[in-house]
């Protein structure tokens, strides 16, 4: 499945269908609209669909539900901080791959803000869904010969298909923002301030002023957050202020100059308003940037320097830390299918073959940011079977989710022993992956 059809189901609705009830699992509910919007958007994506899809959409609907009714049983929670987190992380990878803000925008025909409120009740169910798998399947491990036994126990139709992938290492040039655009930005927020200590209103401000897409619709409110979900300088500023009249001075983080107000304390959690305004590149900067990654070019070409080398020496992107080696956001590995890379690096590595390097091109990193990058072809990585000398940690991966598989499944027949399941008659002859969800 594609990063952006793991964004979809959430954002559409099946059209000229009779809704109904299709599946309680303890206190939680199921409807056919669910199921619908799922296999619609499955079909439209091409992916395969068969007579029993349906069921297999709604077994999984009913372990997510067994799992979220688990985790509300044992008070687990999240916070919105880490909901808006993980909602940003992965809005920032359908944007990636889409190519900006407002193509996602004109995708959905809504929002970002409302992308984000269909999405959100959601993402909150899956992470606490997610905190009970967890504990259920612990710290498993694979032996290397349990990976071994288990490759070799795969039918040779099983045996997974490796996908495309490249690996890429990168040279960023971030254009320096100069002092002036700087102290601009804080004046301007200065001035924000004060005409909120003089009676205007942070939320108006921030709806009007800040450029936080997350907050800003929300009157700039982050919700409860904890020290620890916030950066350094964000989080030292923001929990000194002791009353909801306060507004803070001028704070810089690596996302730009912010204002902050409290808006509530509850324990060693508080929530906050902040305005968030960011300097502008300027062209003259962007040019400056363009140039020097020219003159690394060049270097490049003129092989006195290795591409590591240069990466510790020229670039400032966060990649930097890796030896410029990019990855991929959502799976936290290097592997970069096609679905991942914006258009602007894909255009780049186009032509190239493994070991060489880009001209610079413009791009932007994943704060929004302008920026020249130069990108290398590590690995170029053609669709093929899966097998134990090039893929062994793929297939690692593959025995390990079947061992928890294995554990997940006595857990779901344990579970529904003591849980009111009840799935509708039309779905009574389904063939689940788990013989157990209709009680005899």
């Excluded at 349990?146 to 490796?162: N, Q, R």
């Excluded at 960011?278 to 690394?296: F, R, T, W, Y």
Aim: charged share 30%.
């Amino acid at each position: 499945m594609t990063a952006i059809a793991l964004l979809i189901g959430a954002s559409t609705q099946a059209q000229g269908i009779i809704d109904k009830i299709v599946g309680i699992v303890g206190n939680e509910i199921i409807m056919m609209s669910d199921i619908e919007n799922q296999y619609i958007q499955m079909a439209s994506q091409q992916m395969d669909v068969n007579a029993n899809t349906r069921c297999e959409i709604l077994e999984d609907m009913m372990f997510q539900k067994l799992l979220y009714v688990q985790a509300q049983k044992d008070s687990l929670s999240v916070t919105p901080k880490e909901v808006e987190t993980e909602l940003d992380r992965r809005l920032s990878v359908f944007i990636n791959q889409i190519g900006s803000e407002q193509k996602l925008e004109e995708y959905f025909g809504k929002t970002i803000k409302s992308i984000k409120d269909d999405l959100r009740s959601t993402i909150e169910e899956q992470m606490l869904a997610q905190k009970v798998q967890q504990k259920i399947i612990g710290d498993t491990k694979v032996t290397p010969s349990e990976v071994k036994k288990f490759y070799e126990s795969l039918p040779a139709d099983s045996i997974p298909t490796i996908e495309a992938y490249y690996e890429l290492s990168e040279i960023v040039i971030k254009p320096e923002v100069s002092k002036e655009d700087k102290e601009k930005v804080i004046a301007e927020l200065n001035k924000i301030r004060e005409r909120i200590l003089n009676g205007e209103s942070f939320s108006t401000m921030a709806v009007l002023y800040s450029e936080d897409p997350g907050s800003a619709m929300k009157g700039g409110e982050l919700g409860f957050v904890s020290k620890t979900d916030l950066v350094p300088e964000f989080s030292q500023v923001a929990f000194n202020l002791t009353s909801p009249l306060d507004v803070s001075q001028v704070v810089e983080t690596e996302y730009g100059f912010h204002i902050i107000q409290m808006i509530e304390k509850k324990g060693n959690m508080m929530n906050f308003r902040h305005i968030l305004m960011k300097p502008k590149v300027s062209m003259e900067a962007l040019e400056a940037a363009d140039k020097k990654a020219n003159e690394v070019y060049s270097i490049l070409k003129s092989d006195t320097i290795s591409f590591i080398d240069a990466v510790k020496k020229y670039s400032n992107g966060d990649s930097k830390g890796s030896d410029g080696k990019v990855m991929n956001p959502y799976y936290g590995d290097s592997r970069m299918t096609s679905d991942f890379l914006d258009p602007y690096t894909k255009s780049a590595i186009m032509s190239l073959k493994e070991g060489e390097f880009s001209k610079p091109f413009l791009s932007s990193d994943n704060k929004g940011i302008r920026v020249i990058k130069i990108v290398r072809l590590d690995l170029d990585v053609k669709e093929h079977k899966a097998n134990m000398k090039d893929d062994y940690l793929t297939l690692q991966r593959a025995a390990l989710e079947d061992k928890n598989s294995r554990l997940i499944d006595e857990w779901v027949k344990d579970k529904v022993q003591s849980v009111y399941i009840k799935i509708d008659d039309e779905y009574k002859d389904c063939k689940f992956n788990v013989d157990c969800w209709i009680k005899k």
